[in-house]
């Protein structure tokens, strides 16, 4: 199984702040990784698929980059609505696997 | 519009069976990969198994064996036949579509208590 570890695991930040949260994957998965957001009560939402593809609807201050096992969110200048908690998942293998998830609290 | 609603959820006793549906519109079920993702209560994602186009599937080792995914495509609908349920499996079920599950049903809470 492929084991994919965020950080940090929790995040204060004031507004228009940047926003950093890191994905390392156990193996290399190339860019097989996606980027979700979940507010509270609601289904996850994509957010950027394959590293760093954008998704039609998503905020461009939303972006993502990496390869192989190292992975990266950014979120530039943070905004009240971004309060939720961010997940990474892999498709490269057979059986995909998430992060531990990552919240994101506005200070 | 693509569009995803699970259902089936509810309460049963440990060892017991439910069997989740997931409706889909807007597009092909059998033209895709779906999955179904859960999360407990207060806890991250769990990815859980999936149907490829082609037919095979894959499941985590924490369900396999016990859940089984299928698909009708006269019905465009997808499904998750869990059976010897246990404490643990209590989480809301969702089904999304594609490797990089772009699209997501609302979910249904499955509890497990006696």
């Known amino acids: 199984e492929i084991v994919l570890t965020q950080s940090p695991d929790f995040q204060s930040v004031t507004p228009k702040e940047k926003v950093t949260i890191t994905c390392r994957a156990s193996?290399?998965?190339?860019?097989?990784l996606h980027w979700y957001q979940q507010k509270p009560d609601q289904s996850p939402k994509l957010l950027i698929k394959?590293?760093?593809q954008s998704i039609s609807g998503v905020p461009s201050r939303f972006s993502g980059s990496g390869s192989g096992t190292d992975f990266t969110l950014t979120i530039n200048s943070l905004e009240a609505e971004d309060a939720a908690a961010y997940y990474c998942h892999q498709s490269s293998s057979l059986r995909g696997t998430f992060g531990g998830g990552t919240k994101v609290e506005i200070k | 519009e693509v569009q995803l609603v699970e259902s089936g959820g509810g309460l049963v006793q440990p060892g017991g069976s439910l069997r989740l549906s997931c409706a889909a519109s807007?597009?092909?079920?059998?033209?895709?990969?779906m999955s179904w993702v859960r999360q407990a209560p207060g806890k991250g994602l769990e990815w859980v198994s999936v149907?490829?186009?082609?037919?095979?599937?894959y499941y985590a080792d924490s369900v396999k064996g016990r859940f089984t995914i299928s698909r009708d495509n006269s019905k465009n609908t997808l499904y998750l036949q869990m059976n010897s349920l246990r404490a643990e499996d209590t989480a809301v079920y969702y089904c999304?579509?594609?490797?990089?599950?772009?699209?997501w049903g609302q979910g249904t809470l499955v509890t497990v208590s006696s």
């Open positions: 999304a579509r594609d490797d990089f599950l772009d699209y």
């Open positions: 394959y590293a760093s």
């Open positions: 807007g597009f092909t079920v059998s033209s895709n990969y």
């Open positions: 193996q290399s998965i190339g860019s097989s």
């Open positions: 149907i490829y186009s082609g037919g095979s599937t």
